[in-house]
């Protein structure tokens, strides 16, 4: 039975074009991945030999390995997936999965006449270089279709300024073209719209611009980091404490203690064992009063056992999983989440107290849109590649952002009101 696909005009010119690279630079929710499966059905099924790229294996396998296998069955196609392997075989085609993590992975494919790479903006900048080799062989007339979301700051962005027209197609699209052919709904792009917390990102990921401001995804500007705080009348002998506990290598433990619109108090330990922490928090509690204590949020990666010495030792504290699921579903995890809160409550309060450390520690934390159009922080390593060592204190920061400060003297005082009133 003969399948028939309605595709829009991007879309078409992708599947059709006869350059050697082609590229379709586009917006979220644009109907890359399905062009992309469509085209690696298509040829395995003609008997080519492909190799099909993504950031991670979990990407490859839940996105375009799946959907490749979907239109193969809509094809009625005889097919054999291994999944641990990665790899697709139909007649004498054969589709091979690889990583971004991993591009050393291809060396000794030869013979490759396809390449099918999805949101290449990830890869390597070596990456082209690594897989050419692959690309070789007698007959051979290598066809590369690569497709991504442009992300600022990449080598990927300089590579489409700089394509030869001759030799590389730029296929450009976006979601609202989906959105007329009713393939998408508003509300898929009433969701892109409400995560994109800036114009420059809104241009990038709805619209596919090669944005050129490096401002693209700061959550923590300069402005915003030293605007003056405001006065509060409410609640301001509240105060939070946030604690990022280190791991292995150079980081650090760190203990912030901040109320609404001021941060108290910065510790950093080097190496310190989880009784001197306990002690340390022991002591700032007393510094500031058990009365107008309102939380205690400790990073869970590495805060198990001071969480443990602290229960021990009378201390009502919570443990933050960073990769944990968000109360939002908006943002992809818990740490995204303190992040956004902590620049709502800047944004409102404004912040007294914030370091030179800190505030580099803030302004290189950025943000992005996952695969599923959540708001997710760029990783960890990222950071420490900018400035040189991990976001330990604004880990900490974010940390006492975890729930709004109500000082436990308050909450006792309507308590025992309450109970007046109860009897």
Known sequence: MEKHYKLVPHQKKFLLSDKPTVVLNCGRSSGKSFIASLI??????EGKKILVWAQDYKALAENL???????????????HYNQNAHKITCGKGVIYGLSYENIEACRGFTEIGIAICDEIALAPANFFGTMAFCMRGKGISPKIYCMTTPRVGTWWNDFVRKADPDKIE?????????LDKDIITQGTLDLVKATCLDDNMLRQELY??????????VLFTSRLLTSAPKFLQRNNEGYAIGIDCSGLGKDSNVII????????????????????????????IMTHGKANLSHIAIDEAYGLDLHERLTEAGINAVLVPFGGRANNSAYANQRAEM??????????YGLKGITDELSRELHA??????????????????????????????????LTYTQDIIPLGLIEADRELQNRYML
């Not at 730029?170 to 989906?178: A, D, K, Q, T």
């Not at 596919?208 to 995804?217: A, M, P, W």
Request: hydrophobic share 40%; charged share 30%.
């Open 40 to 45: 690696g059905a298509l040829r395995v099924k």
């Open 65 to 79: 390995l799946s959907e490749i296998t979907k239109r193969l069955d809509e094809m009625c196609v005889s097919y």
């Open 170 to 178: 730029i296929i450009r699209g976006n979601m609202m073209s989906l």
């Open 208 to 217: 596919g611009e090669l944005v050129e401001d490096n401002s693209t995804g």
């Open 257 to 284: 203690v901040r109320n609404q619109n001021e941060i108290l108090d910065i510790v950093e330990k080097k190496v310190a064992s989880n009784a001197e922490l306990c002690s340390t928090v022991r002591g700032l």
């Open 339 to 348: 992040y956004i809160n902590m620049k709502k409550g800047i944004e409102e």
């Open 365 to 398: 934390t950025k943000y992005i849109l996952n695969n599923n159009n959540k708001i997710q922080l760029i990783p960890k390593d990222e950071i420490k590649l900018n400035i040189g060592r991990s976001p330990d204190f604004a880990d900490a920061l974010a």
